[in-house]
């Protein structure tokens, strides 16, 4: 009877470590692919690249990172940047959102971006630029602050 429950046992660990070494290499091998979503109107264009990893719960954030972005860009010049530009020329009218990311982190259990926006309202005297990380636990999908 000790005999079955130590190979019980001994067979329960290898299982475990086994699911364990399946799950870390999973995560490490995140595949890491680029989406963009873009438009172009009279007023304004967008061009938003974002990562898709395969991780449901991981480019379910990204997607919502990368529409909400648009959405209050969008909201900005319909609600703060209304000036009569039409005396400058057509490229200084036009306002732009560009959104590109960077993976600058990928191992058995996280996964990092790094997104630069550069925004140019149009009529302003230059574009400014921000960054956002954000990194991601593999095993649960949750976003690490």
Known sequence: MKKKLRLAALLLCAMMVLACSVTA?????????????????????????????????????????????????????????????????????????DISFKLYRRDENTVGFLFEEVTYFGGAAHPTTQYEAMNFDTRTGEEID
Request: without cysteine.
């Open 25 to 97: 290499l999973a995560a490490a091998n995140v595949k890491v692919m680029k989406r963009t979503l873009k438009k172009t109107t009279e007023t304004y264009a967008y061009q938003v690249s974002y990562p898709r990893t395969g991780v449901k719960a991981i480019d379910d954030e990204l997607y919502d990172y990368a529409k909400d972005e648009i959405e209050e860009f969008i909201d900005d010049i319909e609600n703060e940047y209304g000036a009569d530009l039409s005396g400058l020329p057509e490229e200084a009218r036009r306002s732009t959102l």
